[in-house]
């Protein structure tokens, strides 16, 4: 089976037909913490790699909300949060960057290998000392003729185990908004050192690492955007990177629901299912509220963004409102499995430790709430770049 | 009011508490100077898109164009949308 290229069709169910081969040894892969190979495959063959990319690089020129949907549909059919996570980490980290602010040399040598899945991604914003702080990047570029010379250290780095190419944004001037800038860099670019992948709580299938810089020389021209332009793309595709990776979260909220409908009305105590007794009722209607008001503060703020129309309060508001509408209704899915619930084997658990990851990833949510209050003149002492390392 | 002023009128409005400066010329290096911070720049560039009907895709987001009250305007005139109105 080939990848869609109807327009009209909904993406929603861009991978519903790999729903097996998605599915196949979670648990196991998920206690080993490794990368699915074998699954990086399928989802290559699925062709959601390429739903927002222009058709000119081998993409199917969809929307963000028609891309939000793809990955809304990517989270209800596959259980493997890791391998989901990844793959909106290879859409957005360094794609839909290069297809924003890339030049042509860029655009063309990398894109259709991006969106082919050919070539892995990840993006390298978060450092030993500098986590939802963007602006305090402490990795240098220097500039040396026709090159700039790379020095630093990267941190906490979603693919970067196993990526081809890095998106690296450093520092080039003074403290400020336009001391940032953006660099294309390969992995075997010499001086350019990628840590084993860090063993971690949730999301184990994503690999995570540090990246470490030393003289890593590159031309100018793999420069991202103008010099000192950094922190101004780094703010226009948190937008996507948020509203991308939180949709995927939604289709896992609906699964859940789903799921805990079916346990509520087929598990039986006391003689009578356990839907029957408001304390479980209640705990899946709640449920279905926060699936529902996900679903509204995610296709808003996407249609926000797509119309260009100022989205910064509510992309923030979207990722507390759906990373913290997540972790609940896993612990509520727990409770409403009983015992079973607190098998790995269920995966029920596994919910639990991945949405953690939510809270935290893409700005921390103390972060996310920080920017709102800025934003709307508070004043905030930290809270400035927010992002996923 | 002329462009300069309206975009002069924000920025003491928001950055500056209100209180006017002399030294806030048209070339003033709002960037360097710390009047506009990063935060302050999502907030500046939120503002024109709103107030001057920018899609905020079509703002040419370049350091260039937010150093000063004289880029600023300059890179609005440019904006089609704004040219028309």
Redesign the interface.
């Known amino acids: 089976m080939t990848a869609t290229t109807d327009t009209t069709t909904d993406t929603f169910d861009t991978v519903a037909a790999w729903a097996e081969d998605l599915n196949r040894d979670n648990a196991t892969l998920d206690d080993r913490g490794e990368f699915p190979w074998e699954k990086w495959k399928t989802i290559q063959r699925s062709g959601i790699l390429a739903v927002p990319f222009e058709r000119r690089y081998g993409g199917e020129g969809r929307s963000l909300t028609e891309t939000m949907r793809a990955l809304e549909g990517l989270g209800y059919t596959s259980r493997d949060a890791g391998l989901n996570f990844s793959t909106s980490t290879q859409i957005v980290s360094v794609g839909l960057v290069l297809q924003a602010?890339g030049n042509e040399e860029l655009t063309t040598t990398y894109l259709p290998k991006i969106i082919s899945g050919e070539l892995i991604t990840a993006h390298a914003i978060t450092e030993p000392t500098n986590g939802s702080d963007a602006?305090g990047i402490t990795t240098t570029a220097r500039r040396d003729g026709d090159d700039y010379v790379l020095d630093g250290e990267k941190m906490f780095i979603t693919n970067a185990p196993i990526a081809d190419l890095l998106l690296l944004y450093v520092r080039t001037g003074?403290p400020?908004?336009?001391g940032l800038s953006c660099f294309l860099v390969e992995r075997d670019t010499p001086g350019l050192r990628i840590g084993e992948p860090l063993d971690k709580m949730g999301l184990r299938t994503s690999p995570l690492g540090a990246v470490t810089l030393d003289g890593v020389r590159v031309p100018a021209s793999r420069r991202v955007?103008?010099?000192?332009?950094g922190?101004?793309?780094l703010?226009?595709i948190m937008k996507r990177e948020i509203l991308l990776s939180f949709s995927i979260t939604l289709g896992e909220m609906t699964h859940r629901l789903e799921r805990c409908v079916r346990q509520a009305r087929t598990r039986t105590q006391f003689g009578q299912p356990i839907g029957a007794y408001q304390a479980v009722s209640h705990k899946i209607a709640d449920m279905k509220i926060a699936v529902e008001t996900a679903r509204k503060w995610l296709y808003d703020t996407g249609a926000k963004?797509e119309?260009?129309?100022?989205?910064?309060i509510d992309v923030a508001a979207t990722k507390t409102v759906v990373s913290e509408a997540n972790l609940r209704t896993a612990l509520d899915a727990v409770q409403i499995f009983g015992g079973s619930g607190f098998l790995s084997a269920t995966g029920v658990e596994a919910d639990v430790r991945n949405a953690v990851g939510g809270t935290i990833y893409s700005g921390t949510n103390e972060v996310q709430r920080n920017?709102i209050a800025?934003?709307l003149?508070l004043g905030?002492p930290a809270?400035?770049?927010v992002r996923r390392g | 009011m002329d462009l300069e002023t309206q975009i002069r009128d924000y920025i003491v409005s928001?950055f500056l508490s209100g209180e006017d400066v002399p030294d806030l010329t048209d070339d003033f290096d709002l960037?360097?100077n710390?009047v506009?911070?990063?935060?302050?720049?999502?907030?500046l560039?939120?503002h024109l898109?709103?107030t001057y009907a920018i899609?905020?895709?079509?703002i040419p987001?370049?350091?260039?164009n937010?150093?000063d009250i004289e880029h600023i305007c300059a890179f609005i005139r440019q904006s089609p949308v704004a040219a028309s109105g």
């Open positions: 602010f602006t003074p400020g908004p336009f955007g103008q010099e000192g332009a922190f101004l793309i703010d226009h963004v119309a260009g129309e100022d989205a910064s920017r800025s934003l003149g905030s809270g400035e770049g | 928001e960037i360097e710390g506009v911070d990063s935060l302050g720049l999502v907030r560039i939120s898109s709103k899609p905020v895709d079509d987001l370049l350091p260039s937010f150093r």
